[in-house]
């Protein structure tokens, strides 16, 4: 039974791995840097691809790793890229240069601002469909009660609310849509 626990949870190991068992016999370490430097990886990060590589014998270029990571950071450590993050709900690493963080950090917190705005719209967008799915199956019939119709218009008018607060919410939007420079 245990053996059998072991086969089922390996393909989730394997997943965790930083790297593949053939991007460790390829070796292309500055590339492998250059990639977790574009994904802001840390300095630590190197560590992983040892655990990773251990079991074949083969062990990082840790020098040819950073300077693929550095040059792979140029990308990340961007305003741009800050905001892109930010925009999507991501987090962003601190791993660029201490005198680029305030600029970054006002870039990622520009793009933050605007996906917060989007899951707000999305809530309300959530709202206004399930009380139009309330009132197609609960006051869809020609036959109400006058207690019926009353409480489908104030449902309608919780539809008109939210279409409000969305809009209002695009416009605020709106001003976050690009990165600020």
Do not use: K
């Not at 800050?82 to 240069?97: D, E």
């Not at 680029?100 to 996906?115: H, K, N, T, V």
């Not at 036959?143 to 209002?168: F, K, M, Y």
């Amino acid at each position: 039974m245990r053996f059998l626990f072991v086969l089922m949870i390996l393909p989730f190991l394997a997943a965790c791995a930083s790297l593949t068992e053939q991007q460790c016999q390829v070796g292309d370490w500055a590339n492998i840097g250059y990639n977790d430097g574009v994904n802001g990886r840390s300095s630590d990060y190197v560590s992983r691809h040892f655990d990773a590589c251990a079991d074949q014998g083969i062990s990082p270029d840790t020098q040819a790793w950073q300077t693929g990571r550095t040059q792979g950071l140029l990308r990340y450590c961007t305003v741009d890229n800050a905001y892109i993050i930010g925009r999507n709900g991501r987090s962003f690493n601190t791993v660029c240069p201490i005198n680029q963080r305030a600029s970054l950090g006002r870039a990622f917190d520009w793009g933050a601002e605007y996906y917060l705005l989007s899951e707000e719209i999305d809530s309300y967008e959530d709202e206004i469909d399930a009380l139009e799915n309330l009132i197609r199956t609960s006051y869809g019939h020609p036959d109400l009660t006058p207690e019926e119709r009353l409480q489908r218009q104030r449902l309608r008018s919780q539809i008109r609310l939210a279409e409000i607060r969305i809009r209002r919410l695009e416009l605020r939007q709106r001003r976050y849509d690009s990165a600020p420079f």
